[in-house]
């Protein structure tokens, strides 16, 4: 019924959707059917954010709601587990609403800090770092993370203070020692160019990849000849390259990018001396 009803709705045969049907969309949005998940319930939850479909109070309360233990942190700290489709999917949730409230600033800034404060936790008690799953889908949950994570650092409401810990956030991705297979670390670098946009945070940024570039060299010291130390330096190198892409191709950044050029070329001939 409820697949019958989506379909119906994303073929514009059915112009609103009910709390009733909401309600149940949220109920099932860890579903591991990867259509019932992504193609229809997710699809529908980006529409009917898109399409103004929900006054401030509904925005605001699926955005409590997505935020709470029993979505976003719901079986958090397993691995391997079906939990993982309903944080992903939370994440990809929240990311668009805060996308929606970029320009419409409905969300009172207390949630929105709420918000900070509770993805930049999710994102380091994430255990489940499976990208596509077999039989199953999209988990991605890395990769649905950093898309929350990237629309909060669009908002015009983010503190001057959470660069900081979003740049930290994204740090303990890249660092976990784990080897990303589908594009995690492009995810994660769209970040960047999203912060870059606020005041000073150039500066911030710039001190963070040295200290990241620095993090990365003292592992493969102290570790050397180890699978999972070249994971890391693996992990980071596609991340800077992704990071010097994304902003060369917007135009900004310069200084930042220079400071990304320098480390890349530096581990580069680590390599070929």
């Keep these: 019924m409820l697949a019958t009803t989506l379909e119906s709705y994303l073929g514009d045969k059915i112009l609103e959707l009910s709390k009733e049907v909401r309600q149940e969309m949220l109920t099932q949005i860890g579903n591991p059917d990867s259509y019932f998940r992504d193609e229809l319930i997710y699809r529908s939850f980006g529409k009917v954010i898109a399409s103004n479909q929900l006054n401030s109070e509904e925005i605001q309360n699926l955005l409590e709601t997505v935020l709470q233990e029993d979505y976003l942190f719901y079986g958090i700290g397993e691995s391997g587990t079906d939990t993982v489709f309903t944080r992903s999917f939370s994440a990809l949730v929240i990311a668009a609403v805060i996308e929606y409230d970029i320009e419409k ?3 009172n800034p207390e949630l929105v800090q709420y918000t900070v404060n ?3 936790r999710y994102m380091r008690e994430e255990k489940d770092t499976r990208g596509f799953i077999q039989g199953n889908g999209w988990a991605h949950a890395i990769a649905h993370g950093a898309d929350a994570l990237d629309a909060l650092a669009k908002h015009p409401l983010l503190k001057k203070e959470d660069i900081s810990r979003i740049l930290h956030a994204v740090q303990y991705s ?3 020692q784990v080897d990303y ?6 995810r994660l670098a769209i970040i960047l160019a999203s912060l870059i946009k606020h005041q000073d945070a150039e500066k911030v940024i710039r001190v963070w990849i040295e200290e990241l570039a620095g993090m990365v060299e003292t592992e493969m010291l102290e570790n050397k000849g180890s699978l999972d130390a070249y994971h890391v330096q693996r992990t980071v190198k596609n991340f800077l390259k992704s ?3 994304i902003l060369s191709s917007k135009g900004i950044g310069k200084k930042v990018n220079s400071d990304v050029f320098k480390v890349l070329e530096k581990w580069m001939w ?3 001396n």
């Design 270 to 272: 680590m390599y070929l």
């Design 181 to 186: 297979l589908d594009e995690e670390e492009e």
């Design 118 to 120: 509770k993805v930049i």
């Design 174 to 176: 890249l660092l976990r």
């Design 243 to 245: 990071v010097f892409v």
């Design 105 to 107: 600033q409905i969300v």
